[in-house]
């Protein structure tokens, strides 16, 4: 039952415009509008209760006055909207935005941690000389293993087990290294040659803690004409000491790889344990002639390193999974 005073008349339809339309063009804030909505055309606001007290009036009336209100109700919530529209985009440069608060520094990208570690390498080779060159990541079987002295069938190539690219013309893989840009480098120019390749690689390979399927190598290269094994050791040993400091110690030791004879793997003293780094040795005369270089005329060095494997040590990560799992809490720590 309604109260007496919600007992509407006819005029109190035209009383309730006048107040609600003079009360919202007196809201100039979001919060006084929805006071003002609250109030008046709210569940609980003045025109509900009008319609409300509607029982209590003469048919005829209730029916002209239930029809006005109705309107108004409409007429109402049409200003409210518009009213709100213009609230809000004068209030909002001066409402919600400081201008007085100081600048803060946009979120930036960086560079990737292998890339870091690419680029720092490559840059203590190119101020030794080298020149820094890339290959394609999908490379004929040729380069990746016949012109490397693997031929068909060679044991070596159980070391490489890798993803093979359907290609009706040429037997195609994804690189299992970057050695095949060291015969690309060779067909495509004389000597001196004096390169380092980053890039990417693949294997077939379960992965864990230390092992990828996919990791970046760079590989090195340098031909002319009376370069030594001193050479080999000179570079690689400065190379060190630019990478991981001046007292930096390294040890050579006898190593296999089809490429070089004789082959060396180059490894770092590293907490008290001695760490391998890199495969390296002097480029095998086949590889030399499979160019078509003349070997009794040139010889030369190559060597092969994962940058991956030297930002672990040198940053204490323990995982080399880490490098391509996109984790942004990995990767902002650099
Ligand atoms: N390609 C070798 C590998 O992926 C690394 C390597 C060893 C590269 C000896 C060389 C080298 O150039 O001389 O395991």
Redesign the pocket.
């Known amino acids: 039952m309604p109260n007496s005073q919600d007992i509407p008349a006819a005029e109190s339809v035209e009383e309730l415009k006048l107040v609600a339309i003079s009360a919202l063009e007196n809201s100039s804030t979001s919060e006084e509008l929805e006071v003002w909505r609250v109030d008046f055309i709210g569940r609980k606001g003045k025109l509900t209760s009008l319609l409300r007290g509607l029982g209590s009036l003469a048919v005829d009336d209730r029916r002209v006055v239930g029809a006005a209100a109705n309107r108004l109700r409409g007429e109402l919530e049409g200003l409210f909207e518009k009213r709100i529209a213009v609230v809000n985009s004068s209030s909002a440069p001066l409402g919600s935005i400081d201008v007085t608060l100081p600048g803060r520094k946009p979120a930036s990208g960086g560079l990737h941690p292998s890339t870091q570690m690419i680029r720092e390498i490559t840059q203590a080779f190119n101020e030794m000389g080298f020149q820094t060159v890339e290959g394609p990541e999908v490379e004929l079987e040729r380069y990746n293993f016949d012109m490397l002295n693997i031929p068909q069938n060679h044991p070596a190539r159980d ?2 087990d890798t993803f093979w690219v359907d290609s009706e013309k040429d037997d195609l893989l994804l690189r ?4 095949p840009v ?1 015969a690309r480098v060779m067909e495509a120019n004389d000597p001196p040659i004096r390169v380092v390749v980053p890039g990417k ?1 693949y294997r077939y390979e379960a992965t864990d803690a230390t092992h990828e399927w996919q990791f970046n ?1 760079i ?3 340098a031909v002319d004409e009376g370069i030594t094994f001193a050479d080999l050791k000179g570079t690689l040993y400065e190379f060190a000491r630019r990478i991981f400091g001046p007292s930096q110690k390294v040890r050579f030791r006898c ?1 296999f ?1 089809p ?2 004879e004789p ?1 060396v ?1 180059m490894s770092i003293e590293w907490k008290g344990n001695w760490l391998e780094i ?4 002097m ?1 095998h005369p086949k590889v030399l002639e499979n160019a078509g270089y003349d070997s009794d005329k040139y010889t030369g ?5 994962g940058p991956e494997r030297i930002s672990m040590l040198k940053n204490e990560i323990t995982d080399i999974r880490h490098f391509f799992s996109n984790d942004l809490r990995f990767l902002s720590q650099f």
């Open positions: 070391m490489f299992t290294h970057t050695s060291q690689c190598q590989e090195g290269l190593d790889f490429f070089v082959g793997d890199m495969g390296a040795g480029v060095f190559a060597f092969g390193m």
